[in-house]
């Protein structure tokens, strides 16, 4: 089989955030925004790493460089922040390259190795908030509010309930699939055909499961929400706190500085002062001794001279 890659990108809006005072709140929302909303059976969260995280519903953050794995008859519904749910299947590995949220464009990154996912979200398309699904086998884009991607050995399905997707496989000739119809790429083979009617019942009973996860757990959203908001207000203010910390110490430290060098600078001067002090008495013994030796020569030799006009007197 030749190894391709699938690209996703599902451009979406929070069904809760849609006056544009909760887009500004939302848009404080930090980077690393999903929880696991609900699960059955058994889900195995695991970090970079690879350590088993415990994995407890409205509880467990994921964040980026996570792993999720359901076995046979597991499945784990993701809140994201804006709101989305994402239905982690049974029998599914899906890792977490990035969840990015607020402050302009928003993309978050998801590898879906082996298994099935459903990605829905309510009201308008907005243009700037995008999710990257990728896969082993086929490339598409997505627009539209709700979709299932499943991935086998050798093969890749995209079912679009809403919206439209631009794709295939990675070296094909892209191809428009619309709401109602699908996306087949195997190996390097692309078709769009359309949903058979029991494709188009269970992606309807799919989206109803879904959607009154959303509705009964709306207060329950809302207020895990709220706390991703607050968090990321107090992360931002304890990041101004240090910086203010760091900012006072980095002063200080250089007025201690400051203290020492002229410190120094004060013993220098009082070092060479006493240098100079010290070489000027040098110079003025030096002086005084060698005058005192030419004085001693000058008598020597006087007291030669003499010796010697006494000595010529006598003969």
Do not use: W
Not at 30 to 37: D, E, H, L, W
Not at 90 to 95: R, V, W
Not at 268 to 292: I, L, P
């Amino acid at each position: 089989m030749n190894v391709k890659y699938f690209l996703l990108a599902l451009l979406l809006i929070s069904p809760f955030f849609t006056c544009k005072k909760s887009s500004e709140n939302q848009s404080t929302l930090g980077s690393t925004q999903a929880i696991v909303f609900l699960l059955k059976g058994s889900v195995t969260l695991k970090d970079a790493s690879g350590k088993v995280i415990p994995v407890e519903p409205k509880v467990t953050r994921i964040a980026s460089d996570h792993t999720i794995e359901t076995s046979k008859s597991s499945y784990a519904d993701i809140l994201l922040s804006d709101a989305s749910i994402i239905r982690v299947y049974q029998n599914t590995k899906l890792q977490i390259q990035s969840i990015l949220a607020g402050n302009g464009a928003d993309e978050s990154k998801v590898v879906l190795t082996t298994g099935k996912l459903f990605l829905k979200t309510e009201g308008k398309i907005n243009k700037e908030r995008s999710i990257i699904v990728t896969t082993p086998t086929t490339v598409a884009g997505v627009r539209g509010t709700e979709f299932i991607i499943e991935e086998t050995e050798n093969q890749s399905t995209v079912l679009v309930g809403d919206g439209a997707v631009e794709g295939g496989s990675l070296n094909g000739e892209a191809k428009v699939v619309s709401a109602g119809q699908k996306l087949d790429v195997v190996d390097s083979n692309a078709s769009v055909t359309s949903m058979s009617r029991e494709e188009l019942d269970s992606f309807k009973e799919e989206s109803q499961s879904i959607a009154s996860i959303v509705s009964d757990g709306k207060a329950e959203i809302q207020n895990i929400l709220q706390n991703f908001q607050e968090e990321k207000a107090k992360i931002l203010k304890t990041m101004e706190e240090k910086k203010s910390d760091n900012s006072k110490l980095i002063e200080d430290k250089k007025e201690e500085n400051k203290v020492l060098i002229n410190e120094q600078i004060d013993k220098n001067k009082d070092q060479m002062n006493s240098v100079k002090t010290g070489t000027s008495d040098k110079a003025t013994e030096v002086k005084e001794g060698t005058a005192s030796e030419k004085e001693k020569i000058q008598n020597n030799a006087k007291s030669e001279m003499e010796k010697l006009k006494s000595g010529f007197k006598d003969m």
